[in-house]
């Protein structure tokens, strides 16, 4: 076991070189959708037992089960009023389980990226081939079954080894959002290729406000709105991203939706917020910034 | 330890669920469904009268309510006794004053501890739903057949026995269940279950016995999530109950009659600093023109008469 990741190199959050985004906006704003199948009776491996309660877990599987049911078509709905497009967290499986959900996120335009499998199979304990094994599952199902080739990835269950972010790099995709230590994209220390992290949240991620925090409706969407406000007051100054990850088997639930509702009017009444993908903030990323930030972090290390 | 080649197989990865009891279903392409009188919203209130035993043990898994101080656990006992001998009272007559119907869920201990309760729910033409003993003996996966046998025959033959109602729904304590439970429930002649949260309307199970019916109640606005679990403010209980009405209620205008479950623990509401929340939410509620208020069975029966078959 390491004492550090080991990815990412010590960058000072004031004085960096400036990021900007399209149309000079100040956000780049993006929803990550976490689309999961998680199983009834999943097999046990080495490091995290799937359900809390013997199986059958009836109220965990079938509260994910009205993400899938009922609550994505409400989340859909309210985000394409908005005019945001989701940038999916699949399991991967999902393409074959329920293909009339991916059929409605294409047709929206919304983005892939894996999150393994099922939600129930971790990376905890996979040899390096066995992850590889993984990843193209992943890169091959989201090719033939969601007709996009894959960019991003986001660990199942947010599980992670030593090694993952070697093995994406080296398929050759381009952002991971397993790291949680920065608000704007950065490069990776990766074996081969290379690789950056583009900000996920944990911090305005539903499941932990709502079922960890204990947040209400109205509180979860005062704290994503104070995290928008204070994102872009900052980003007048140096770009900034802000993820905002949902489950649809919470934020699509009745007593709830109206929070989405509220905070997607909030964000795109304000101009220079830019409605992207996690894919297009990658890709703006190393075409505008990749390599300045890479020289200035470069300049860092002769320094020390 | 390594991980084993069995760990990328994936039996079920096709256009189907990963098990048999129902089907993948989305709730906004299926045939609408029109409640009795018009009505947009079938308003189902459901009061579970649980018995949590002081010498309760927390396995396999501790649930919401259970013991949590050494023993004996006064504190947590008498709360929880506090719900039948007084809550469950209060809450009667606070929907009399409405003039609302509930289902009352019970555990069979307290209708043999307490009979009166299940009296005073049958004269006032409630429903009983049967909601295993008690909280303590739970449903679980591994459990020995005869024993879940034992404990659902036990549960439904002593509510129908003192009720002298037909018990046609089942709630699980704490939503869990075998693999085996809804074969079990279905051999008693029971019409329905509450367990699985997966929906807003119910839809059909398959069991040995049968087809029988989940019923939509709900978990995440139940008074035991908001206020116990979560700790929330009796306004945000209030407050996201009124919600779930609100969006069900316009969903209904374009997609057909929607069920609102209301579903409350006495020991939780049912206590004076608290009580008036649901006040506040049913008047809310009952302003509204095109509210059915209906038991379990009801509803289900109502549902049976349109819905397209399985």
Avoid at chain 2, 102 to 124: G, I, K, M
């Amino acid at each position: 076991m390491l004492s550090d990741p080991d990815r990412y190199e010590y960058f000072p959050f004031l004085d960096r070189p400036r990021i900007t985004w399209p149309g000079g906006a100040r956000l780049a704003f993006w929803v990550a959708p976490n689309i999961e199948f998680y199983e009834l009776h999943p097999p046990l491996g080495p490091g995290r037992v799937p359900w809390p309660r013997p199986f059958p877990d009836v109220l965990g599987y079938s509260y994910r089960d009205y993400g899938n049911r009922v609550g994505v078509w409400r989340m859909i709905d309210v985000m394409a009023k908005h005019g945001v497009r989701g940038s999916v967290s699949l399991n991967v499986a999902l393409c074959d389980h329920f293909p009339d959900i991916i059929k409605a996120c294409n047709e929206h335009g919304w983005e892939f990226f894996s999150h393994g499998v099922y939600n129930t199979r971790y990376l905890y304990g996979m040899s390096e081939a066995q992850q590889r094994r993984i990843i193209r599952d992943s890169i091959d199902t989201i090719r033939d079954k969601a007709g996009q080739e894959m960019s991003g990835w986001l660990s199942p269950a947010l599980t992670n080894t030593d090694e993952t972010i070697d093995l994406l790099a080296e398929a050759g995709i381009q952002y991971t959002l397993d790291l949680m230590h920065d608000d704007q994209p950065m490069p990776l220390k990766v074996r081969s290729g290379r690789l950056i992290s583009v900000p996920y949240s944990l911090e305005v991620n539903d499941v932990p406000l709502l079922t960890m925090r204990n947040a209400s409706p109205e509180r979860y969407a005062e704290i994503c709105k104070a995290q928008f406000d204070q994102l872009y007051e900052e980003g007048a100054d140096n770009g900034m991203v802000m993820c905002m990850p949902v489950h649809p088997f919470l934020v699509g639930q009745p007593h709830r939706i109206r929070a989405l509702d509220e905070i997607l009017a909030y964000v795109t009444s304000h101009d220079g917020v830019w409605l992207a993908t996690a894919r297009e903030i990658a890709a703006w990323y190393y075409a505008h910034h990749y390599d300045t930030v890479a020289r200035a972090l470069a300049e860092r290390r002769r320094a020390a | 330890m390594p991980v084993a080649d069995s760990y990328f197989d994936y039996p079920f990865r096709g256009q189907r669920l990963d098990h048999e009891r129902y089907r993948h279903q989305t709730l906004f392409t299926r045939r609408p469904v029109q409640w009795p009188q018009q009505a947009r919203i079938a308003l189902w209130i459901t009061v579970h009268c649980e018995f949590f035993p002081l010498d309760m043990a927390n396995l396999p898994f501790r649930v919401l309510g259970a013991m949590e101080r050494g023993y004996p656990d006064y504190w947590n006992y008498t709360l929880r006794d506090y719900g039948n001998r007084v809550g469950a009272w209060r809450v009667m007559r606070l929907l009399d004053r409405y003039g609302l119907r509930a289902t009352a869920a019970f555990n069979s201990d307290v209708a043999a501890r307490y009979p009166e309760l299940v009296h005073a729910v049958t004269d006032r033409r409630w429903e009983v739903m049967a909601s295993g003993v008690n909280m303590a003996k739970l449903h679980v996966g591994g459990m020995p057949p005869d024993e879940e046998k034992a404990l659902v025959a036990e549960s439904v033959s002593t509510l129908r026995r003192i009720s002298g109602a037909p018990v046609r729904g089942w709630h699980s304590p704490a939503h869990s269940e075998s693999d085996a439970t809804l074969d079990l429930v279905a051999a008693e002649g029971v019409a329905y279950v509450a367990d699985w949260i997966n929906d807003d309307m119910p839809y059909p199970i398959a069991t040995r016995s049968g087809t029988i019916h989940s019923m939509p109640l709900t978990h995440e606005w139940s008074d035991r999530t908001l206020l116990w679990q979560y700790h929330q403010s009796s306004a945000d209980f209030t407050n996201q109950v009124v919600e779930a009405f609100r969006v069900l209620y316009g969903e209904a205008a374009q997609h057909g009659g929607r069920i609102l479950s209301v579903a409350l623990h006495p020991w939780i509401i049912g206590q004076p600093h608290r009580i008036r929340a649901l006040d506040a939410a049913l008047a809310r509620i009952t302003a509204h023109a095109g509210v059915w208020n209906a038991t379990g069975a009801e509803i289900l029966e109502a549902w049976q008469r349109q819905a397209a078959p399985p």
